[in-house]
């Protein structure tokens, strides 16, 4: 098993809808977990961090995350051409501060 | 832009060869992590430093290694390179405080190839 299972996509939505992206870990004492978003080419840049079961919003990205079911999320609402990009999943062991990436789910907004 | 600066931008090296990649993390960060990315994968935690001793290492072998300076900047040395070390090698800074793990902020990395 994966430590961190993202569905490599492509994900195509139309422009203004929501994309959901979905992650799952395997290491239950994660307790902080972060979403990126890599542009081809480029580095990871951070979007959202949550720590806490529930969710997290922040403009247009919300984050959800069940501890219990070991399941994070990202919901991008009105979705741009802008927002096409690879996501990445990062949970992260406080007690060893390394970021255990997926694969990432690649995001496709047409016009 | 997240102030983290990365050196050279690209490589290209033979294999056998060694190389020797710089970071200097944001202002007032003193934790540097350096991650490495094949193509079509997810970034690969190689190893951190926390002034200036290494704070935890990845499945790497030792042929990977690295420094922190007094002033929280890092190098990764890659010593008798092999063609699947190509890869985009990132460098992320964080501001170490106690509680949850801290919010890394990548540079724009290093791209390597080697033939």
């Known amino acids: 098993q994966k430590e961190v299972e993202q569905n490599s996509g492509p994900l195509s939505v139309p422009e203004g809808a929501i994309a959901s992206l979905n992650c799952t870990y395997s290491d239950r004492v994660s307790q902080s977990f972060f979403w990126y978003r890599q542009y081809s080419g480029k580095s990871p840049e951070l979007i959202m961090s949550?720590?806490?079961?529930g969710d997290k919003e922040d403009g247009r990205f919300t984050a959800q995350l069940n501890k219990a079911s070991q399941y994070v999320s990202l919901l991008i609402r009105d979705s741009q051409p802008s927002d096409s990009a690879t996501y990445l999943c990062?949970?992260?062991?406080?007690?060893?501060?390394?970021?255990?990436f997926g694969t990432g789910t690649r995001l496709l907004v047409s016009p | 832009e997240t102030g983290v600066t990365q050196s050279p931008t690209h490589l290209i090296k033979t294999r056998g060869q060694q190389v020797t990649l710089r970071c200097s993390s944001q202002s007032g960060h003193n934790t540097v992590s350096w991650y490495q990315q094949a193509l079509g994968q997810g970034p690969q935690f190689i190893f951190q430093y926390y002034r200036e001793e290494e704070n935890g290492r990845g499945n790497f072998p030792p042929r990977f290694s690295g420094l922190q300076f007094p002033n929280y900047s890092s190098e990764l040395n890659v010593n008798a390179l092999e063609l699947d070390d190509s890869a985009l090698y990132l460098c992320a800074s964080s501001p170490r405080t106690s509680g949850f793990t801290d919010t890394q902020y990548f540079g724009p990395g290093t791209r390597l190839t080697v033939l």
């Open positions: 949550i720590y806490s079961n």
């Open positions: 990062a949970p992260s062991n406080t007690g060893f501060q390394k970021l255990v």
